[in-house]
């Protein structure tokens, strides 16, 4: 399917002109405008039509879809524009609601708003011309004076959320201090309702059902919204919602990306990096197309909101955007090739004994060949599989091992800190300090001891705010064994024994066989 570039196209095909009228229909019924005079010595902004396809997370045809945009580009700020960032759900946020609901046993619902922006109201006044196609007859030399937002506009972002989070206020809800776009409603036993606002998504979900219905009518009442029921496909996530938990995945994008670059029949492989990997900026390889180099990537760190076994691999590929070579290129088709074997492949939120937050440390030193620098990672899970992990290469030279450990406890330290934060406002206050796990004695000493400040003081001074968590009682540093290091997935190439091993660990697994496993144990139980 070819979506059309401009309106001469669109019209040709019935689909497309009756997705121009839907828009217009809905521009008017929500009062968007008004047809005025042409204004003297002010600015009037043009306007195009765009046009979409929206399909489902099998490919299938969802709707066609007409937006009336306007040419933003030509606003001045502080005359046309002010405000203009609206936050955006952060996808540890996004995981995090699944955990707390699979652990809870509640349902995470979905609704969609229809033309978010449009429901935006404006603070300055702006004008924008009749819609091609669609003048009004006799009177072609008005223009339309703007009351509410449009798409193309620089603030109906900050408008859309404005608005939403002041009717939201309005029935109740608190915000979370952390998180701006999460929402909750809850009285001192339990949380009764938790929204998670994404530019339009909202998900919902918490302890009664007549509550999430309740909040569904309240919201339909103001706006015209879509209720998609138990929420089955959000930001390219498939999300699967059964009575063993919460699984998602994207596979359905994954394979998308392996017909792409002509990978769907290639010979799987068994890791994502082959053992002992070396990849450098300067190794003698011709040189590959970077643009092609740089989509791929893309794709793969996409892929990584819900493939966080693949995370290492991608982080190392996307230092060499800017000289990738045909060694880089052969490394990123490994990551294809062990997509392709493990295509069904995703995150498992279960129901644990206890909800408590458990953090996971650690680091490789010197890995980066180019400029010595080290690789930290970590892990979090609340009770099952994790839900909150990163991979990135250290700021600074690290001069021991003990350094670049110390440097990813910190940051470390600082996640789980936002997370109790975030917890506490979801009404799942963590009593006791957050053990954060660590492979390493040195550091954990170090954390605990002042008395070893002379063989730190070349360390950056905030990276001592991890003795200050540690005193606060907000956190505490454990030793672990290196075998029991769920992060040493994150910083370094593995074999494939213990590579499997740790991939189970963290909860990532293929949804069939994880279900057909629990039902052998009930069976064998009963």
Request: charged residues 25%; glycine residues 6%.
């Amino acid at each position: 399917m070819v979506d059309p570039s401009c309106y001469a196209e669109a019209i040709k095909e019935e689909c497309w002109q009756e997705a121009m009228e839907a828009e217009l229909k809905m521009i008017q019924k929500n009062d968007t405008w008004e047809l005025v005079n042409r204004p003297e010595n002010r600015k009037v902004i043009g306007v195009k039509w765009v046009f979409r396809t929206k399909t489902n997370s099998d490919g299938s045809l969802n709707k066609h879809k007409a937006m009336l945009v306007v040419k933003g580009y030509s606003q001045q700020q502080g005359v046309d524009f002010f405000e203009t960032f609206a936050p955006v759900a952060r996808l540890d946020t996004i995981r995090l609601l699944f955990a707390l609901a699979a652990q809870k046993q509640w349902k995470v619902h979905q609704l969609d708003v229809k033309s978010a922006f449009l429901n935006g109201f404006l603070k300055e006044e702006i004008f924008i011309e009749q819609p091609e196609g669609f003048e009004v007859s006799s009177e072609e030399h008005k223009v339309y004076r703007l009351k509410k937002a449009l798409y193309g506009l620089k603030q109906p972002p900050r408008a859309w959320y404005d608005r939403i989070d002041a009717y939201l206020s309005r029935l109740g809800f608190t915000k979370s201090i952390s998180e701006p776009t999460l929402y909750v409603k809850k009285d001192e036993k339990e949380t009764l309702l938790i929204v998670s606002l994404n530019v339009d998504d909202l998900l919902v979900t918490g302890s009664k059902d007549e509550l999430i219905k309740d909040f569904k009518k309240q919201m339909q009442d103001i706006f015209e919204m879509t209720d998609l029921g138990l929420m089955t496909y959000f930001l390219g996530m498939e999300v699967n919602q059964g009575e063993q938990g919460i699984f998602i995945s994207q596979q359905a994008f994954a394979l998308k990306v392996l017909c792409k670059f002509s990978m769907s029949k290639c010979k799987p492989a068994s890791t994502p990096v082959a053992l002992g990997e070396k990849l450098s900026s300067t190794s003698e390889h011709d040189r590959v197309d970077e643009r092609g180099y740089r989509i791929l990537v893309g794709c793969l760190l996409y892929l990584t909101a819900t493939r966080p076994d693949i995370l290492y691999a991608v982080g190392l590929l996307s230092r060499f955007m800017h000289c990738c070579n045909v060694a880089h290129f052969k490394a990123a088709k490994r990551v294809l090739r062990y997509i392709k074997g493990t295509l069904n492949f995703g995150v498992k939120f279960g129901r644990s004994k206890e909800l408590k937050l458990v953090g996971y440390s650690d680091s490789d030193w010197s890995g980066s060949v180019d400029d010595m620098k080290s690789t930290s990672g970590y892990f979090f899970n609340l009770g099952s599989s994790v839900f909150s992990w990163s991979s990135k290469k250290q700021q600074t030279v690290a001069q021991s091992t003990t350094e670049a450990e110390y440097i990813v406890a910190a940051t470390a330290v600082n996640q789980a800190i936002w997370l109790r934060k975030l917890l506490d406002d979801l009404n799942a206050r963590q009593m006791e300090a957050t053990e954060i796990n660590v492979d390493n004695q040195s550091t954990i000493a170090i954390a605990k001891n002042p008395v070893f400040h002379g063989k730190t003081k070349y360390f950056k001074i905030k990276y001592h705010f991890v003795r200050e968590a540690e005193l606060a009682k907000e956190i505490c540093l454990v030793h672990c064994r290196s075998r029991d290091q769920l992060a040493d997935v994150l910083t370094k190439p593995l074999a494939a024994g213990r590579f499997e091993c740790l991939r189970e660990e963290i909860g990532v697994c293929c949804l069939v066989a994880k279900e057909e496993c629990s039902k052998v144990a009930t069976s064998a139980a009963t």
